[in-house]
């Protein structure tokens, strides 16, 4: 009989313990990455931003921007707008909405929704320019972090040429 033959055999041994350890390490690992995988991005549809030639005399120049048909446009949704051929793209008025227009420059502004725009609603952004001005304005709308836009048409113009104005 050897010395450690009469000892107790209570507990488990160095070696189970451990292989335990290094089985547990992974687990929590995987435990903690999970919620961060499963965190989803919210799709906000077929947003629409259009360009409008307005009305001459009742409505000046600008763009519309729709949310989809069956989810709001989250607050925090930006359109930049930059002009060309023109040195002051004017002031742009808000309607249908409540949004802050920021001056970026003489020849861009951007505009940011202040709250949800809902399903279907449409908000309006006009400029003081007359259509019987040479100039051409172009815009892009951008979703906050977090959102997606299946099938959103993201992009859109305005273009006069004294005589013309065209818009898409």
Known sequence: MSMHDDLPLSGPSRRTVVKGAAWSVPIVAAAVATPLAAASVVDAGAFALRGS?????????GFTLQAG?????????TITIVGSGIADIGFFDVSGGTANVAVLS????QV?????????????????LSITVAFQ????????????????KT??????????????
């Open 53 to 61: 030639c307005g009305v001459l005399g009742l409505l000046g120049p």
């Open 69 to 77: 048909p069956t989810t709001p446009l989250p607050v925090g949704t």
């Open 106 to 109: 003489n020849t861009s502004r």
């Open 112 to 128: 940011t929704l202040t709250s949800p725009l809902p399903a279907g609603a449409t908000i309006a952004f006009r400029t003081t």
């Open 137 to 152: 304005l172009n815009a892009v709308a951008t979703l906050p972090p977090g959102y997606s836009g299946s099938g959103a």
């Open 155 to 168: 992009g859109a113009n305005v273009s006069s040429t004294l005589i013309l104005c065209s818009a898409g």
